[in-house]
Structures are given as structure tokens and as C-alpha cells.
């Protein structure tokens, strides 16, 4: 060999044989475990698929010829084995397919209806929890770990005293039990925690119904205020209380301030031109249309110009529709009304009608070409409402 068919030239020389393996160890054993899994013999769980499978068929029906005693014990490891893994329906399942075979072991049948139990408990089933129980009691009076499970569904279905019964009864079997006497522990506390609330919501609705009472009252001083129900949709019944013409179907209420007297109104800034609305929720009756608006239009609305805006304070008038109580769209009448009228005069106006409990106003920019036509539809109406008036009077 020469001096340039040394090491060098070695090094370059083709690779003989087959290339070195890129799969690695975990990988084939993986594989292996996967393919094994395709044979009958070694399946661990049976395929999902409707396909007739000879060889599975053939070991379902040697399962089949197996004593029901054994089948069954090996149905209920396989519940206990999904169970260990969190597979809480597939566990059930195997109870329930286990609990199908006819046997006379009373302590198989009492441990795969406590464990369904169990399985039913994590799936929050606590109807089908407390079926189990109950048959697994029937069988075996003592089993502590049925009274266990239904104390612990019962404390969930707010069935206390049927709680405390299954611990008193447990504690009896076993008085030193500590899962038992924690559970009689978690009773007692949940009867608590459930009363405080009850107390709790009982004061809410007393106090509620000292606030509507006293708004009761409140409405009923200012006299001249006039309401309309017509268009609530509503439905009332026998056993609804009979709700105030103030009162609506929505959480957008009338409310009484006790500190100062005065009424709180829900109210509707609406502004026809762009079909908007501003809502504010509660509108001190004691306040100006303007000391609103200056909140209100603080900034140009979205759909307002940013260059240019419309609708400033100081280039907007305010008015709102009169409508006779049980009146239609044509007896509208639209009304202008004074931005430094303070909002409980304007409720106290005659013309003035409160629909649903929800005042509200219009919203127009002077000096605008939309603003005129929106008055002159509203002046032909009257006009030919007056027309109309004068004929059926002759």
C-alpha cells in the first residue's frame, strides 16, 4: 500500500454493508408492543370496531364458557384496573357487564355495586351512587363503604338528614372509621353553610320587599307621574306577585334613594338619525337634561363626525313622544322639552307618559336637514290625526 493508500484513503472508502439503524431502542419497543396488541391473545382491551373479528370472536367464546364466578372477578378487575387510570365511564361499565353474570357470591355482588358507586361519584351520577348503595346494603347491612359513598352523595344532593343518618349508622358499625367521622364533620358544616345562606337570602328578600314598598310610597306622593304597561310582554300568572305599572320584565328598574328621597330613573337617550341610544342607568330626578348630556356627549359619539361633530352640547334640542296611555303610533305627538327642565318636572308633565318604566328622550341637532324632516313627519301627523278629528265630529 502506498503512502496515499494510507489512513486517509480508508477513511474515504464506500461503507460496506447495511446502513446503521436510525430507530432507536424505545421506538421498537413500542412497535413490538403495538403490533402484539393487534393479536387476540395479548389484546389488553377489544377493538372499537363493528368488523367481524374471527380470532377475538373465538376468545370472546371461550370467555364465555369460563364459570360466571370468574368472569365476573375478571370483569371487576378490569373496572378496578380503568378506575386506577382515571376512566371512570369504561370502569362503570365493566361493573355493570360483571354485575349481568348470575353467582352466588354475595361479596363479589356487594364490592362491584360499590365500586360502580364509586366510579358514579367521580362522574357526579349521584342518583344512580345512591341506587347502588342502597342495593349493596340490601345484601350486606354492614357495608360501611356504601354508607360512605351515599353520605357523601347525599351531602351533594343537599339531603342532610339522609347524610346523617348514613354516618350515625356507619359510626356505629365502625366507630373509629376517620373517613366516616370526617364525612359527619362535612355534614355538619354543609348544614350550616346551607342555613347561613338560607338566613342570607330570606334577609335579601325581606329587604328587597322594604325597598319596593317604600318606592311604593315614594311613587305614589308624586301623583302626577303617569305610566303605561300596553307594550310589556310580560306574562303574569296566579302565582306571580302583581308587579307595579313602574316595574318591567328587565333588571332596568326605578329605584328609591333613602338617603335623599329621590327617585333613581333608568333613561334612554335615543338619537334617530343613526338609530343609537345611550342608556344611563340611573338618573337622579333632581337633575337637569343638560347636567346628562354634558356627560353624555362629552366626547362625539362613534357615529358622529370627529371633525365636525353634530351632536354638542350646544347644538342639540331635546324632546320626547307623547302618547295617550294605550294609544298607537299615529297619536304620537313629539314634544319639544327644555334641557335645564329638571327630569322629575318633565315626568310630572301631562303629556308626559312613562312607558314600561323606562323614561326616554330624543335627541336632534338643530339647524340639521334630517331634524326638519323628523319634525314635519311628525307635524303631518298631527295634522291629519286634527283633519281626520274634525270629519267624524261633522
Same mark, same amino acid.
Given at each position: ?23 432507536? /431502542?424505545?421506538?421498537?419497543? *413500542? ?18 370496531? !363493528? ?8 376468545? %370472546? ?31 362503570? *361499565? &365493566?361493573?355493570? #357487564? ?6 352466588? !357470591? ?19 351520577? &349521584? ?40 354516618? #350515625? ?6 366507630? /373509629? ?8 364533620? *362535612?355534614?355538619?358544616?354543609? @348544614? ?14 325581606? /329587604? ?17 307621574? +303617569? ?6 310582554? %310580560? ?13 318591567? $320584565? =328587565? ?8 338617603? =335623599? ?5 333608568? +333613561? ?8 343609537? =341610544? ?5 338618573? $337622579? ?5 343638560? !347636567? ?12 358622529? =363626525?370627529?371633525?365636525?361633530?353634530? &351632536?354638542?352640547? $350646544?347644538?342639540?334640542?331635546? &324632546?320626547?313622544?307623547?302618547?295617550? @296611555? ?13 334641557? !335645564? ?9 301631562? #303629556? ?15 339647524? $340639521?336637514?334630517?331634524?326638519? /324632516? ?15 278629528? %274634525?270629519?267624524?265630529?261633522?
Amino acid at each position: 500500500m502506498s503512502a496515499e493508500e494510507g489512513p486517509a484513503a480508508l477513511t474515504n472508502a464506500p461503507v460496506i454493508g447495511p446502513a446503521p439503524s436510525t430507530v432507536t /431502542q424505545e421506538e421498537r419497543t *413500542q412497535k413490538l408492543l403495538e403490533d402484539l396488541e393487534k393479536i387476540p391473545l395479548f389484546m389488553t382491551h377489544l377493538p372499537d370496531t !363493528d368488523e367481524p373479528n374471527l380470532a377475538v370472536e373465538a376468545l %370472546k367464546s371461550l370467555a364465555s364458557d369460563e364459570p360466571p364466578l370468574e368472569v365476573a372477578t375478571n370483569l371487576k378487575a378490569e373496572g378496578n384496573d380503568s378506575f386506577k387510570r382515571g376512566k371512570f365511564t369504561e370502569a362503570a *361499565q &365493566y361493573y355493570t #357487564k360483571a354485575l349481568d353474570y348470575d353467582h352466588d !357470591d354475595k361479596s363479589l355482588k356487594v364490592a362491584l355495586l360499590i365500586n360502580r358507586a364509586a366510579a358514579n361519584l367521580e362522574l357526579q351520577n &349521584y342518583g344512580m351512587v345512591l341506587r347502588d348503595c342502597a342495593d349493596a346494603l340490601r345484601i350486606r347491612p354492614n357495608t360501611v363503604k356504601a354508607l360512605f359513598r351515599s353520605a357523601k352523595a347525599c351531602v351533594t344532593l343537599e339531603k342532610f338528614e339522609e347524610a346523617k343518618e348514613c354516618c #350515625k349508622w356507619g359510626l356505629n358499625i365502625e366507630p /373509629q372509621n376517620k373517613e366516616l367521622a370526617a364525612m359527619q364533620t *362535612q355534614v355538619e358544616e354543609a @348544614v350550616a353553610r346551607h342555613e347561613r345562606r338560607a338566613r342570607e337570602r330570606e334577609e335579601r328578600g325581606r /329587604q328587597k320587599e322594604l325597598a319596593r314598598e317604600q318606592l311604593k310610597q315614594a311613587i305614589e306622593i308624586r301623583s302626577e307621574l +303617569v305610566f303605561d304597561t300596553s307594550s310589556d310582554k %310580560k306574562k303574569r300568572s296566579e302565582d306571580t306577585p302583581v308587579s307595579y305599572p313602574w316595574e318591567n $320584565d =328587565s333588571e332596568r328598574q326605578v329605584e328609591l334613594d333613602r338617603d =335623599s328621597g329621590h327617585l333613581l330613573w333608568p +333613561v334612554f337617550f335615543l338619537y334617530p338619525e343613526s338609530k343609537e =341610544s345611550d342608556f344611563v342607568e340611573k338618573f $337622579d330626578e333632581s337633575l337637569t337634561l343638560r !347636567d346628562m348630556l354634558i356627560e353624555v356627549l362629552a366626547e362625539p359619539p362613534r357615529w358622529d =363626525s370627529r371633525q365636525q361633530p353634530k &351632536y354638542t352640547l $350646544d347644538n342639540v334640542d331635546t &324632546y320626547f313622544l307623547s302618547r295617550p @296611555v294605550g294609544g298607537f303610533d299615529e297619536d304620537e305627538r313629539l314634544v319639544k322639552v327644555s334641557m !335645564d327642565a329638571r327630569l322629575g318636572v318633565i315626568l310630572n308633565n301631562e #303629556k308626559y307618559v312613562i312607558r314600561d318604566g323606562i323614561p326616554s328622550f330624543i335627541v336632534l341637532p338643530r339647524n $340639521d336637514s334630517f331634524t326638519s /324632516q323628523f319634525i314635519e313627519r311628525y307635524r303631518k301627523l298631527r295634522q291629519t290625526q286634527e283633519a281626520a278629528s %274634525k270629519i267624524t265630529t261633522n
